[in-house]
């Protein structure tokens, strides 16, 4: 008896070490990703240099109402009604929607299924064949209910990853909308303050209507006084048309740039009509907010998107590691089959099933491998945009504010040179009407008075035009509010 009971116990042994040999040898011929990697990693925005052209300044980040600083209601009602009705922000909400239902099909890979299926078929059994008689050789109807179970034990977290990825991809999607938003509201603040700067250069060229009647009023008596000619006349009546010429063409841009907000709004060309002369105030001071590279990553939507797609490609890349691995999947069924309805509800009936299905990936001519090198490349893709996205973001920023500083500085020049234009061109004038001046030298006057006051007007507009792109390039009032994003800050 012992000795049996020991030839046995040799046996069990030497059948569990064939096993794992043969265990061990079938996972040594497994596929497997050795040798890929990527060593690609987000940039940080402190290693950039950016202490000169972006000093602290105790300022703020924008508000999300940051074009109220304008003091203009129709510019807020213009921003809230593209909001409302805006076919681009409708596709990055289609798009949200898309990623989300993408998400909740990624969630579902992690839990249980169920199912239940019925069908009926009649069908004639060959007499020559499997089924014996008294079924072989007639026809029987056949009735088939089942209810099955399965589940995916993810022992290796590749449905978890894939999830992972799917809600990284919503975010992304998210700050994408955001992204789309802030770049509408900068688009609709600058038209409209292009439409100020239009209405403002007509108020100039109105101006310079009146002028040149009023040279040409002039002209015409010194003429009657024998000290001017029709050389004289002929002059200024062309110069009066051409100013009544670059008046009409002014009116036409406005007309144009109404049409153009319109259509960011999303509205046919009538409502563009309809859109009031602006008016804008100077908005607040320019001030840079503290710890700006360090925060900008979480204050712009583009950066924020961009960080949350490296995000699920690192989860793409875990779940392409776990199809490596053996897939264990659990299932169960229990029906009922029978021929006829007679039996179908009996016992006799039932019909059951359960057990484990086990997948494992031994030699697949390199697709997994191949797969993998693709999502590594992927990643490292998605990297180089995130670090190119903070480095545009940064130098938004920095060469807004370089434009800023180098507005202010032109428009003190520009204002004395306005002053001084427009006291030449009172004192060449009543010169002119004392017959100490010549038509030229009015003229002349005049077109340096004209240059120095559409240049002031220029410079304010693009001043404040250069607020808006800052407070664009800040992120808008945007601040990614993730739990990750709050985890990290």
């Known amino acids: 008896m012992k000795e049996q009971q020991n030839l046995r116990t040799s046996g069990l042994r030497i059948a569990r070490a064939g096993v794992s040999l043969m265990f061990a040898a079938v996972l040594s011929a497994c596929a497997n990703y050795a040798g890929i990697h990527s060593d690609k990693d987000i940039a940080q925005p402190q290693s950039y240099a950016t202490q000169q052209s972006l000093p602290a300044d105790e300022g703020r980040w924008p508000a999300a109402g940051w074009a109220d600083q304008f003091g203009d209601a129709q510019l807020r009602a213009l921003l809230d009604e593209a909001l409302a009705g805006s076919p681009t922000l409708e596709q990055a909400r289609a798009r949200i929607a898309a990623a989300s239902a993408y998400s909740e099909t990624a969630k579902?890979?992690?839990?249980?299924?169920?199912?239940?299926?019925?069908?009926?078929?009649?069908?004639?059994?060959?007499?020559?064949?499997?089924?014996?008689?008294?079924?072989?050789?007639s026809w029987q109807s056949e009735n088939k209910g089942l209810?099955?179970?399965?589940?995916?034990?993810?022992?290796?977290?590749?449905?978890?990853?894939?999830?992972?990825?799917?809600?990284?991809?919503?975010?992304?999607?998210?700050?994408?909308?955001?992204?789309?938003?802030?770049?509408?509201?900068?688009?609709?603040?600058?038209?409209?303050?292009?439409?100020?700067?239009?209405?403002a250069l007509r108020d100039i060229a109105q101006n310079e209507v009146d002028e040149r009647g009023k040279i040409v009023r002039i002209t015409?008596?010194?003429?009657?006084?024998?000290?001017?000619?029709?050389?004289?006349?002929?002059?200024?009546e062309a110069d009066f048309a051409s100013s009544r010429a670059t008046l009409s063409a002014l009116d036409g841009r406005i007309v144009v740039t109404r049409y153009q907000i319109a259509a960011l709004l999303g509205k046919g060309p009538d409502r563009g009509l309809s859109i009031a002369r602006p008016q804008l105030g100077i908005?607040?001071?320019?001030?840079?907010?503290?710890?700006?590279?360090?925060?900008?990553?979480?204050?712009?939507?583009?950066?924020?998107?961009?960080?949350?797609?490296?995000?699920?490609?690192?989860?793409?890349?875990?779940?392409a590691?776990?199809?490596?691995?053996?897939?264990?999947?659990?299932?169960a069924s229990l029906g009922l089959d029978a021929f006829g309805f007679g039996r179908f509800l009996t016992a006799a009936s039932r019909t059951m099933s359960a057990g484990p299905a086990i997948h494992l990936p031994?030699?697949?001519?390199?697709?997994?491998?191949?797969?993998?090198?693709?999502?590594?490349?992927?990643?490292?893709?998605?990297?180089?945009?995130?670090?190119?996205?903070?480095?545009?973001?940064?130098?938004?920023?920095a060469t807004t504010l370089s434009q800023i500083h180098s507005t202010d500085t032109q428009l003190v020049d520009a204002n004395v040179a306005q002053d001084a234009a427009h006291s030449a061109q009172q004192l060449a004038l009543t010169q002119y009407r004392a017959g100490l001046a010549n038509q030229l030298t009015v003229l002349n006057a005049e077109t340096n008075a004209l240059?120095?006051?559409?240049?002031?007007?220029?410079?304010?507009?693009?001043?404040?035009?250069?607020?808006?792109?800052?407070a664009a390039a800040l992120g808008g009032g945007y601040t990614d509010t993730s739990g990750d994003a709050i985890a990290a800050r």
């Open 147 to 199: 209810l099955s179970a399965s589940y995916d034990l993810d022992l290796w977290g590749k449905n978890r990853e894939a999830l992972k990825s799917a809600v990284s991809q919503v975010q992304a999607s998210r700050a994408d909308a955001e992204a789309v938003r802030l770049a509408l509201d900068a688009s609709i603040a600058r038209s409209y303050n292009q439409l100020a700067r239009l209405y």
């Open 321 to 331: 590691k776990a199809e490596f691995y053996p897939d264990i999947n659990l299932s």
């Open 283 to 319: 908005g607040d001071d320019v001030r840079l907010p503290s710890n700006l590279p360090a925060d900008l990553v979480s204050r712009r939507p583009d950066i924020v998107a961009a960080r949350w797609r490296v995000d699920a490609m690192t989860h793409d890349i875990k779940e």
């Open 451 to 470: 240059a120095a006051e559409r240049a002031v007007a220029n410079l304010k507009m693009d001043r404040r035009d250069q607020q808006i792109a800052l």
């Open 108 to 137: 579902a890979g992690t839990l249980p299924r169920a199912d239940a299926s019925y069908s009926y078929s009649r069908q004639r059994y060959s007499e020559n064949a499997l089924v014996p008689p008294p079924y072989a050789g």
């Open 220 to 236: 015409a008596g010194r003429i009657a006084n024998g000290l001017d000619t029709e050389v004289e006349r002929k002059t200024a």
């Open 362 to 397: 031994i030699f697949d001519g390199g697709a997994l491998r191949a797969q993998l090198k693709d999502r590594y490349a992927e990643f490292d893709y998605a990297v180089a945009t995130y670090d190119q996205t903070l480095v545009n973001a940064l130098a938004d920023v």
